[in-house]
């Protein structure tokens, strides 16, 4: 087993079998919900959901994933999260602005993205992007272009005192001056 499949097996606890709440408009900002349907066996579907409250911060300054079966909670870690599903795992990680990975990996494949919730906010960018691929590529050129001009103005800010420091005399005699005191 490697070392962080074997760190985030650590850091899985068991679920408390407990409903997934719906989705409201007011958690936009402080949840992520997202959603893989595996085929089972005998054909059956199976559903699962990832869900990661942002805001949980207050339990021990670590913020957990938790993953739901058919609308019931069977497991949660602390993130990053190895999730164990039927054939594979999901990935879960997550960056200081947000979901940064959500994926489902099978045992012998490649990874796909979980698809995100319709009401949450990875969801609205989605559909977004989708309904209007022009305007959502014009929102991603501003933004790198607001990032970019933000680098500039800083790299000047940095400049600015950088270029008030005084140049050293290329002579045998430093730039400054020794002070010696006399008696006499």
Known sequence: ????????????????????????????????????????????????????????????????????????????????????VDGGVIEVAMSSYGIKRCHYRPLGGQPSQLTPDPASAEGRRARFGVRHPGLSRAVAVGSVLLLVIGVGLNLLQLAEPVSHIPRSHSGSEPSYRRYTCRSG
Not at 7 to 25: H, I, V
Not at 30 to 36: A, C, N, V
Not at 42 to 70: K, T
């Open 1 to 84: 087993m490697a070392l962080k499949q074997w760190a985030a097996s650590r850091r899985l606890k068991p679920g408390d079998g407990r409903e997934l709440q719906r989705f409201r408009w007011w958690q936009v900002p402080m949840r992520s919900l997202f959603w893989l349907r595996l085929a089972g066996d005998g054909g059956q579907g199976r559903l699962y959901a990832v869900d990661v409250r942002h805001w949980a911060r207050l339990d021990n300054s670590r913020i957990r994933a938790h993953l739901f079966l058919d609308g019931r909670h069977v497991a949660e870690s602390k993130l990053p999260a190895l999730l164990p």
